[in-house]
């Protein structure tokens, strides 16, 4: 079993800049990929980035590449969101994910096995 707990939601004006955290219970966090997805009302939950256990691999949603940047500590069984230039659409509840697959990244909603409380982000126009 894996518990997730984010943090470091909040709001921000367009433009700025904001870390989102995901703290990992557990003893063999480096065996599970992660990944961030996020879901805005009234839209389905979408991908915006992954990252392998060994944290040498990475993916991104098109949307957010260039902008947001993913990185793990595996000593602090954490995994962290960095978001640059955000824009209003970037506004969602963004959650955390950890699976039992390992290698690479994964991108997609069905491969999570377990699943953080979310935390707000709201950027402002």
């Known amino acids: 079993q894996v518990q997730l707990v984010e943090s470091g939601g909040g709001l921000v004006q367009a433009g700025g800049s904001l870390r989102v955290s995901c703290a990992a219970s557990?003893?063999?966090?480096?065996?599970?990929?992660m990944g961030w997805f996020r879901q805005a009302p009234g839209k389905d939950r979408e991908f915006v980035a992954a990252i392998s256990g060994s944290g040498l691999s990475e993916t991104y949603a098109a949307s957010v590449k260039g902008r947001f940047a993913m990185s793990r500590d595996n000593a602090k069984n954490t995994v962290y969101l960095q978001m640059s230039s955000l824009k209003p659409e970037d506004t969602a509840v963004y959650y955390c994910?950890?699976?039992?697959?390992?290698?690479?990244?994964?991108?997609?909603?069905?491969?999570?096995?377990?699943w953080g409380q979310g935390t707000q982000v709201t950027v402002s126009s």
């Open positions: 994910a950890a699976t039992y697959l390992y290698g690479l990244a994964y991108p997609l909603v069905d491969e999570y096995d377990y």
């Open positions: 557990g003893r063999t966090f480096s065996a599970y990929a």
